[in-house]
């Protein structure tokens, strides 16, 4: 762990797993900070399935979680790819391939048991602060104050604004600039959640289903199973769009004949017994887009408040993660040179940090957004394609190889902490393992 930085303080706003992996890496860099959340609980009875990539996983590593992770994650075989009756177009071992690519494996998480990881292993866990909800902001010349919707105050040097795509941070930091920056769009609305296992349905599979309009992702755990059903909207949005569990049901019902084929071959599950053996659900609409501004003054935005994809890749979590190592690494660099930094010397750090991450990110974004459509047949090309093109191929491994691992390659780690369990894989990347002295 690095030396402690006298007097420089990070207030932390948002209470998921980019803003708690911030809270642990900036505790391993020596760097003092308080998380706020507005939430009375952090979420870790709720929510569907997470993967983390291997470039993040170099992240785990890094921060002493790598070992629970490996214990905690739903591991997945094989992906199979059918059409809305439950045949089959084409399987394939692409999650194998990831860690042959990498050297890491592709993990899948229960979201719940991946911020329980997160949360009891946080070193500094006194610093998290439950129903602070921010309103407002004041920046001096030496720091910030925030105010929260209790009349508390926290006072600090920089704010981390990780508090998701309808970011409050985001918002407030927009009106002292006096400009809108608000790009999301959803084209696509998502109905996820998990219920208790299928017998008929093979453990350890990603079933995906491929239809015109819509695709629906099912992960299948030893006890759990985990969807995500992706619905394309009549009309995109920008607005946000509240859903009742009456919304929820009449969604899942439009798509209760999809079948999903079990291990006999005369076994077939239903989304509707999917459905029906749920323990958690939720629906939201799925945004797309990228904040033009990360920063002004002593604000800085990571994870989905400055890129949001939609989540059929499970890039989105990722690139907040990737955020935090680049921001972090900078950010302690800087107090090296300078513990307490004035705003302009931040406003540099930041606007490196965007340059940094704006066109990976993009990447990432653009590269969800072709999925997303192809596998929902957008068009007719598309719709052939993936029925009759891909299969003779290999598309899933194809995409990773051609469109996913060069993404994966360019994953930067934590420059200041050592990697104890690095693995290559065939696809090295950019950035080796840092070299730290002992």
Not at 142 to 169: F, K, L, P, R, Y
Request: charge should be neutral; glycine fraction near 8%.
């Amino acid at each position: 762990m690095a030396e402690k930085t006298d007097n420089f303080r990070v207030i932390v706003v948002g209470g998921g797993p980019v803003a708690l992996t911030a809270a642990h890496a900036l505790s391993q860099a020596g760097i003092d900070f308080v998380l706020l959340e507005r939430r009375k609980a952090l979420d870790k009875d709720a929510g569907s399935s997470v993967a983390v990539w291997p470039h993040n996983v170099r992240l785990f590593d890094q921060l002493g979680l790598l070992e629970e992770a490996e214990r905690t994650y739903m591991p997945v075989k094989y992906k199979r790819n059918l059409r809305r009756d439950g045949t089959e177009m084409s399987r394939s071992d692409m999650f194998e391939a990831i860690g042959i690519n990498h050297g890491h494996k592709w993990m899948c998480f229960h979201r719940a048991k991946l911020m329980d990881m997160l949360c009891k292993n946080l070193p500094d866990q006194g610093k998290v602060q439950l129903d602070k909800e921010v309103v407002s902001i004041e920046n001096t010349a030496t720091g910030v104050t925030v105010t929260c919707a209790d009349q508390s105050i926290h006072t600090g040097s920089i704010i981390i604004g990780a508090d998701g795509v309808h970011s409050t941070i985001r918002k407030l930091m927009n009106e002292k600039t006096g400009k809108v920056d608000e790009p999301f769009v959803a084209t696509y609305r998502g109905l996820y959640g998990y219920s208790s296992r299928s017998l008929e349905l093979e453990p350890g599979v990603l079933y995906e289903t491929h239809t015109k309009s819509l695709t629906i992702q099912l992960i299948v755990a030893e006890e759990q199973q985990h969807f995500l059903v992706y619905e394309r909207m009549a009309q995109p949005t920008k607005e946000r769009t509240r859903y009742t569990d009456e919304d929820q049901d009449t969604m899942a019902q439009r798509f209760a004949d999809v079948r999903f084929p079990g291990m006999q071959s005369d076994q077939w599950v239903t989304f509707a017994q999917v459905w029906a053996q749920r323990q958690w659900s939720a629906i939201g609409n799925l945004e797309e887009g990228i904040v033009g501004k990360w920063h002004s003054e002593r604000t800085v935005l990571v994870g989905d408040a400055v890129h949001k994809m939609t989540p059929n890749t499970g890039f989105g979590m990722n690139s907040g993660l990737q955020g935090v190592a680049q921001l972090v690494n900078r950010l302690r660099a800087l107090l090296q040179a300078n513990a307490a930094p004035d705003t302009d010397a931040l406003d540099k750090t930041f606007r490196e940090y965007q340059t940094a991450r704006m066109g990976n990110s993009k990447e990432a974004v653009d590269m969800s957004a072709l999925y997303t459509r192809l596998v929902a047949w957008n068009n007719p090309v598309w719709k052939f394609a993936d029925q009759y093109l891909l299969p003779h191929v290999n598309g899933d491994v194809t995409s990773l190889n051609l469109l996913m691992s060069p993404i994966v390659q360019k994953g930067v780690p934590l420059d200041f902490l050592e990697e104890k369990s690095f693995k290559a894989g065939k696809y090295s990347y950019h950035t080796p393992p840092p070299v730290v002295n002992a």
